[in-house]
């Protein structure tokens, strides 16, 4: 598949010289272009913040199941059989 056929968008930024420096530098240790090393980064960032968003939805889920009678009532009913 193409870059075309998967739908890229072209985008401009700065870096500041030193980071674009690194960047040169790790381009050529891991035979890279710089927008790929780009991309996987933004993508190794956006899957991190999707993690953090999980794991603060399942805190607020396992505060309001700890303080809420009716979920606590509910507990109860977790071991019974209903066959």
Request: avoid cysteine; glycine fraction near 2%; hydrophobic fraction near 35%.
């Given at each position: 598949?193409?870059?075309?056929?998967?739908?890229?968008?072209?985008?401009?930024?700065?870096?500041?010289?030193?980071?674009n420096?690194?960047?040169?530098?790790?381009?050529?240790?891991?035979?890279?272009?710089?927008?790929?090393?780009?991309?996987?980064?933004?993508?190794?960032?956006?899957?991190?913040?999707?993690?953090?968003?999980?794991?603060?939805?399942?805190?607020?889920m396992?505060?309001?199941?700890?303080?809420?009678?009716?979920?606590?009532?509910?507990?109860?009913?977790?071991?019974?059989?209903?066959?």
């Amino acid at each position: 598949m193409t870059t075309a056929e998967i739908g890229y968008d072209r985008i401009t930024f700065l870096l500041p010289s030193s980071l674009n420096k690194t960047l040169n530098s790790l381009k050529k240790e891991v035979n890279r272009s710089k927008s790929e090393i780009i991309k996987l980064a933004i993508e190794s960032y956006v899957s991190n913040q999707e993690k953090i968003k999980m794991q603060k939805a399942v805190q607020m889920m396992q505060k309001e199941y700890v303080e809420d009678s009716d979920f606590i009532e509910l507990t109860s009913l977790d071991s019974e059989d209903f066959r």
